[in-house]
């Protein structure tokens, strides 16, 4: 168990920067997850990390030892697979006794150790199948089994449960983490999964176009995402972009934008001073507005109210989504439980004020 | 119910062709090897081997086959795993290799004999850089050794590039991730080629190995060209006795013994070489 | 020594072994082709182990003396018919085995790989007999329905894996949208699987032109190319031909074949791959 550091590491293939300039600490028996888009860059970071690229420039540190240019042999590193990457032509037992085999432990230390990471992972009763006479998810409990036996400094995972159907994903993900809680390993995951990253990640590094966004506490990521990409990046329904612009009048700031007019409270005016008068984006998640007359926001201080029309309505079951047109723009907002508001039909919308972001037009990062 | 029958429609002439091509033959040969004027008889067998040069066919066949084939499989092992590297000008040595694919047998003799002749190739090079004082003889009933190494030469020349492609294309198949996996867990390069690509690889090797062998039971082009009779083979003596003898008994039996041979090696390849994976069920 | 001369000399190794490999692949030929247009006496000189004068002479009197230049018709021809014979009757079976799933098609395709390997002389020399009796003997189309029966195997699997790579789904919106399965056929996947195809019909050539021994014992006068050779160089004559037409014949029939590999080289390994799996 072992803290990683990423000093300045950047990775080119020919003319792609595929990572640019990384630095990042992952800290000791952390589960850190680096979440992005798919061609980010979160993959080439995880196999620099694992030994299977080399760097361009930069460095890796394995708590005060520099890795960068040691083969994975020499890292003590496991990794889970994307496609499991289970031999077939070993059966269940040996491929957990492999990593054990290459590195010489005695063969009764090999024996036991498997046996305890088969039972960690519910597959004793496999041990003596081929992978071809497995299911899906027995084959990424072995892939798993194997990645832990030799209790490694550092776990690599790289999209392990992307291949899975969605019922065993969701099992999965309570159980590796569960597994990682108890083995206290530093893990560092990939995954394009926002929700995956939400439910397993201690922080989550979001990552596009090679380059390091935000680094931090899920629910932090979550709530005060730093710049417009992780806003839309994360949340599902995606929060609500819309062009507006700042303006100011007698009684105070206002957000104005197509069909609507946000009167903010005072405590905005030293964070937009500089925004008076100019074209913002104003992000809103579904999740913090509601519809008068139909429910309230909960633990809300400061709110203002916006009218609109019933465009669409998306029943999902536990949550309604309502599409609803304000002037040009089409605003969703997500109200727990069943909502039949007819198509049409006028309604005001509630904003909660402690919950709306405002980013810069150009350099698309967060103001508020 | 129309489309029920249709694949087996569509197989049909494929089916009967082959079934009838091949079939009719081997029915042919079964029945010109034991009859004489159109009754039972072994007196074609005691024909056949009574005379010394069925077993020196054998003998010469198989002795081709266990020189050629373990060199070429090695040989295409190694070229097949540097082929996995990229480098500068990897197509054009790609294209090197596998030109001798479309070579035949007859013109690969006829290249060899150009390279080892008494004037050829070889020998000049090795006179002219004063190596040696005279040529070398490779041909020439007094030089059968010599006839031995050329056949021998000639065909890792040619037929080497069929196993590479092979064991090339089967390297291609196993996905990155297997060897990265090992990789990760500790297995340096020999570990990873020891456990993981050899033991992946070997239906491939199979099939080759295989192949190789059932063509080098036919080999005769290229023996012809270099050796004549001097190193009698199994297809070259059958085509000898049916060409220049007209016996069409004894050609029979050669052809039944090349048979018989690549049925047995085929079937011995297969249960000593089997991988247990491949066997158990889904 | 450290890690990075270490890692330096082993790709030196390798490299210098791939290197040589190359060279012991191409210099026969290029040796061959030389020499087939030496002249004589540069031959027989000791001393020049590159010819420096070079003639036509020992090609043309292959080719118009000895009848190459018919072998070479001959062996077009054949190829040709060999070509469409077997085309013709794998292009169907070819097809469903990868289009159709049914009962009994694991069995027929293990056959089929099986009979690929079916030995070419336990083939030919019975069939004389038959050829006798048919008046197939010594005609071109014979021998191009023994190579049909050589070639076809072949056929089959390369198809079948041609065809098993265009999507269905392309097919399957061609019958929504009102073709029949043959006309879906004709228009959709045919088209789509054109180029692999031709690399296929290049490849059934090969092996036709290549093949010597079943032309040889089944053509007395009609020869094709490698069976006139054949009867050139080791005939009854004894094999006296002298070396600088050997060089000449070696090149005649190698020469179409290096430009075959040319044209064809991005799909000889796959193409390989999948008849010899």
Known sequence: MVEVRLEKVTKKFKELVAVNGLTLTVKDGEFLVLLGPSGCGKTTTLRMISGLETPTSGRIFFGDSDVTYLPPKDRNISMVFQSYAVWPHMTVYENIAFPLKVKKYPKNEIE??????????????????????????????????????????????????????????????AEL??????????????????????????????????????????????????????????????????DASITERKDGLYIEGSGFVLRLTDDFRDLLRDYIGKDIYLGIRPEHMTVRGVSTLEHVNKSAEIEGLVDFVEALGTDTIIHTKVGDNIIKIKIPGHVPLPIGENIKIEVDLDNVHIFDRKTEKAII | MKTKYLPYLLILPAGAYLLFFIGYPLVQAIYLAFTQNGHFTLANFHRAFSNSMFFQALKFTLALAIVIIPIQVVLALVLALIMMNTFKGKDWVLYALIIPLTISDVAGGLIWYTMLSDAGFLNKLLLNLGLISQPIHFFGYQYRTMEFLAIVLEEIWRSTAIVFVIILAGLQMISREYIEAAEVFGAGYWTRLRKIVIPMLKPSIQSALIIRTLFAMQIFGAVWMLAGRDIPVLAGEGYYQLTFIKDYSVASIYALAIAMLSIVLGALYVKFLKAPYLEVGE | MNDETKYFLTRLGIYTFLFTFVLWVIVPIIISTLYAFSTRLDYYNMNKVIPTHFTTEWVKTILFTLGGWQGIKNSIVVALM????????GIPAGYAIAKFIFPGKDSIKLSIIALRMFPIPVMAIPLVILYIHLHLIDTLFGVALAHTAMALPFVVLITSSIFAGVSKD????????????????????????????????????????????????????????????????????????????????????????????????????????????
């Open chain 1, 112 to 173: 036991q150790r498997v046996k305890w990471a088969a039972e960690l992972l519910q597959i004793s009763e496999l041990l003596k199948r081929y992978p071809s006479q497995l299911s899906g998810g027995q084959r990424q409990r072995v892939a798993v089994a194997r990645a832990i036996v030799v209790e490694p400094d550092v776990l690599l995972m790289d999209e392990p449960l992307s291949n899975l159907d969605a019922k065993l994903r969701v099992m999965m993900r």
């Open chain 1, 177 to 242: 983490k569960k597994l990682q809680t108890k083995l206290k390993v530093t893990t560092i995951y990939v995954t394009h999964d926002q929700v995956e990253a939400m439910t397993m990640g201690d922080r989550i590094v979001v990552m596009n176009q090679g380059k390091l966004l935000q680094v931090g506490p899920p629910t932090n990521v979550y709530l005060k995402p730093n710049s417009l990409f992780v806003a839309t990046f994360i949340g599902s329904p995606e929060m609500n972009i819309i």
């Open chain 3, 82 to 89: 060999t070509i469409g014979i077997s085309f013709s009757l």
């Open chain 3, 170 to 277: 392309f097919e399957e919106a061609a019958l929504v949208f009102g073709l029949n399965r043959f006309q879906s056929f004709l228009k959709i996947t045919l088209p789509l699987a054109l180029p692999g195809l031709a690399a296929a019909a290049m490849f059934t050539f090969v092996m036709s032109w290549n093949e010597v021994f079943v032309a040889s014992i089944l053509t007395l006068k009609n020869r094709t190319l490698p069976a006139q050779i054949l009867s050139i160089m080791a005939g009854s004559s004894g094999g006296a031909a002298p070396p600088y037409y050997k060089f000449a014949a070696a090149f005649i029939m190698t020469f179409p074949a290096l430009i075959f590999v040319f044209f064809a080289r991005k799909y000889l390994v796959t193409m390989w791959g999948i008849t010899l799996k």
